[in-house]
């Protein structure tokens, strides 16, 4: 005889909509009413209804509820890693807002990888995912066209492009870069390394390298003398660039990081071959995120909007997905913070 695979548990039944409608001593459809809509029930009856829902430990039937409406209440959001705190912020308050509108979150991480992000889309949308938040406009138009044909909104993050034809919330990664180059130039530095994730696939890093050339290029500088030293992002992987860089001819007299994680790394590196910073070298990083001010010297570094990112995000495709105006792409301003990391040129 084949035995149950737990066969001291007692059989157990979820509690149905009946069972808490009886126990609180109303209908089926005021039930219904108190969890999908509150406002339309009494306190009274709905404090009834709550009470009877946890002692019941009733859950409601979400995958029933969506099969009724074609909708989930699900949104996804793939970012490109979860090693690092750079996207914490923004996802943090992309979450909040859609708290705020019942709606469930899922998220994913590509690594930075563009084969992996596209399988991650499509297997988000056939879970039931509504709508999509993505990070960047790199990826093929194939991708876009299966999300048009599925007739899922997505928005775009971290980046802003007006003449895309995808709305975007994001800041002028160019820009800032640039914005930040010319405080490192303005103190004298000419020998210049940039360290940057695998610009390939990846528009936020290749607009920053952008940004870097731009201000040389503004001063009459050659950027055939930039160097460019690319590493996935990682505080190791950081230590190692700085390490390379100063085996460079001229030696960089600055390190310009295309992100906190990696700034960090560089940081602790030079410590560990006795460079003084800034004195021996400068190093700047990108994004601000909590490491910046606490690691030392606290760290130069570009300030990114991300929870005012995540939160706008949140409200566009809330608004997509019922079929509302979200308005146009929207530009979020990103700041230069100056602090102990950067000095003169020595």
């Given at each position: 005889?084949?035995?149950?695979?737990?066969?001291?548990?007692?059989?157990?039944?979820?509690?149905?909509?009946?069972?808490?409608?009886?126990?609180?001593?109303?209908?089926?459809?005021?039930?219904?009413?108190?969890?999908?809509?509150?406002?339309?029930?009494?306190?009274?009856?709905?404090?009834?209804?709550?009470?009877?829902?946890?002692?019941?430990?009733?859950?409601?039937?979400?995958?029933?509820?969506?099969?009724?409406?074609?909708?989930?209440?699900?949104?996804?959001?793939?970012?490109?890693?979860?090693?690092?705190?750079?996207?914490?912020?923004?996802?943090?308050?992309?979450?909040?807002?859609?708290?705020?509108?019942?709606?469930?979150?899922?998220?994913?991480?590509?690594?930075?990888?563009?084969?992996?992000?596209?399988?991650?889309?499509?297997?988000?949308?056939?879970?039931?995912?509504?709508?999509?938040?993505?990070?960047?406009?790199?990826?093929?138009?194939?991708?876009?066209?299966?999300?048009?044909?599925?007739?899922?909104?997505?928005?775009?993050?971290?980046?802003?492009?007006?003449?895309?034809?995808?709305?975007?919330?994001?800041?002028?990664?160019?820009?800032?870069?640039?914005?930040?180059?010319?405080?490192?130039?303005?103190?004298?530095?000419?020998?210049?390394?940039?360290?940057?994730?695998?610009?390939?696939?990846?528009?936020?890093?290749?607009?920053?390298?952008?940004?870097?050339?731009?201000?040389?290029?503004?001063?009459?500088?050659?950027?055939?003398?930039?160097?460019?030293?690319?590493?996935?992002?990682?505080?190791?992987?950081?230590?190692?660039?700085?390490?390379?860089?100063?085996?460079?001819?001229?030696?960089?007299?600055?390190?310009?990081?295309?992100?906190?994680?990696l700034a960090a790394g560089a940081l602790r590196q030079a410590r560990k071959m006795g460079l003084e910073v800034p004195r021996?070298?400068?190093?700047?990083?990108?994004?601000?995120?909590?490491?910046?001010?606490?690691?030392?010297?606290?760290?130069?570094?570009?300030?990114?909007?991300?929870?005012?990112?995540?939160?706008?995000?949140?409200?566009?495709?809330?608004?997509?997905?019922?079929?509302?105006?979200?308005?146009?792409?929207?530009?979020?301003?990103?700041?230069?913070?100056?602090?102990?990391?950067?000095?003169?040129?020595?």
């Amino acid at each position: 005889m084949t035995k149950a695979p737990f066969p001291d548990e007692p059989s157990r039944t979820s509690p149905t909509l009946e069972d808490v409608a009886q126990r609180a001593g109303v209908s089926t459809a005021t039930v219904s009413r108190c969890l999908n809509n509150p406002k339309m029930v009494s306190e009274k009856t709905r404090e009834r209804v709550l009470s009877a829902v946890k002692t019941l430990g009733y859950t409601p039937n979400f995958g029933a509820q969506a099969l009724a409406a074609k909708r989930t209440r699900t949104f996804g959001a793939i970012i490109p890693t979860m090693e690092n705190a750079i996207f914490a912020r923004g996802l943090q308050a992309f979450q909040e807002e859609l708290q705020r509108h019942g709606i469930t979150l899922l998220v994913a991480s590509s690594s930075y990888n563009p084969e992996l992000e596209e399988e991650q889309i499509r297997s988000l949308v056939a879970r039931g995912a509504d709508a999509l938040l993505l990070i960047g406009f790199d990826r093929t138009p194939q991708v876009y066209e299966f999300l048009k044909k599925q007739r899922i909104p997505c928005v775009v993050a971290w980046v802003y492009d007006p003449s895309q034809s995808h709305l975007s919330i994001g800041f002028d990664n160019r820009s800032a870069m640039r914005a930040l180059t010319e405080q490192v130039l303005d103190l004298g530095h000419r020998a210049i390394a940039f360290v940057t994730a695998e610009r390939d696939g990846n528009d936020r890093a290749r607009l920053r390298c952008e940004g870097v050339e731009q201000a040389m290029l503004s001063r009459n500088l050659d950027v055939g003398n930039l160097h460019v030293i690319e590493a996935p992002y990682s505080i190791d992987n950081g230590a190692r660039a700085l390490e390379a860089a100063m085996e460079l001819d001229p030696r960089p007299t600055a390190i310009l990081c295309g992100n906190d994680v990696l700034a960090a790394g560089a940081l602790r590196q030079a410590r560990k071959m006795g460079l003084e910073v800034p004195r021996d070298v400068s190093i700047t990083g990108f994004d601000d995120i909590e490491i910046a001010e606490i690691v030392t010297p606290a760290l130069t570094t570009v300030h990114v909007p991300h929870r005012n990112m995540g939160k706008g995000a949140a409200r566009m495709l809330v608004a997509l997905r019922k079929g509302e105006d979200a308005g146009s792409s929207v530009q979020l301003e990103a700041t230069t913070k100056i602090r102990e990391s950067l000095g003169p040129a020595p």
